[in-house]
């Protein structure tokens, strides 16, 4: 099912965590692709409370059309991104610094020091306290 709905979690009172609908898969139907797309992007422009935006791809799919255009208009608005390179758990070692180093340097690239990025599991909890810094940081959390 397509999650047609931004999910707030309050975090504490005054700062929350926004969860965006991933509209970028084949499966949701083009006319819901452009209305959410639409969404997001006055969203962006708009919310004048964001204060940073986390794209979260899978690591052995980084970099989907639908992450570029999001981290787009994060950094449009000058809002600082973190990407998550998640399921991580699915690649030995190697693979994940690989992939890592690959998409640290396509995002320098695309958008300059702006967005971090990092690997990250769920599932192991690996990278966890690392995503956890940057949106304390970002929230003025600690
Ligand atoms: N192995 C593994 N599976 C994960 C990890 N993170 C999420 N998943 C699985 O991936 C599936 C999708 O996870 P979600 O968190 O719902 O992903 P999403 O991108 O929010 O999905 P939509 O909201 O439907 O776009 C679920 O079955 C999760 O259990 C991870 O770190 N490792
Ligand atoms: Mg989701």
Request: charged letters at 25%; aromatic letters at 10%; zero cysteines.
């Amino acid at each position: 099912m397509f999650q047609q709905q931004l999910v707030f979690f309050e975090v504490r009172p005054d700062r929350h965590l926004v969860d965006l609908p991933g509209y970028g898969y084949a499966k949701v139907p083009q006319e819901l692709q452009a209305h959410w797309q639409a969404f997001i992007q006055d969203y962006f422009q708009r919310r004048e409370s964001l204060k940073g935006l986390v794209v979260v791809m899978d690591i052995r799919h980084p970099l989907k059309d639908y992450d570029r255009q999001m981290l787009g208009y994060a950094v449009q608005r000058g809002l600082p991104a973190h990407a998550l390179l998640t399921k991580a758990d699915k690649l030995g070692r190697g693979q994940q610094s690989q992939t890592l180093q690959a998409v640290k340097k396509e995002l320098f690239s695309a958008f300059g020091d702006s967005v971090g990025v990092q690997v990250f599991s769920s599932e192991s909890k690996q990278g966890v306290d690392q995503a956890r810094q940057v949106v304390t940081d970002w929230l003025e959390l600690a």
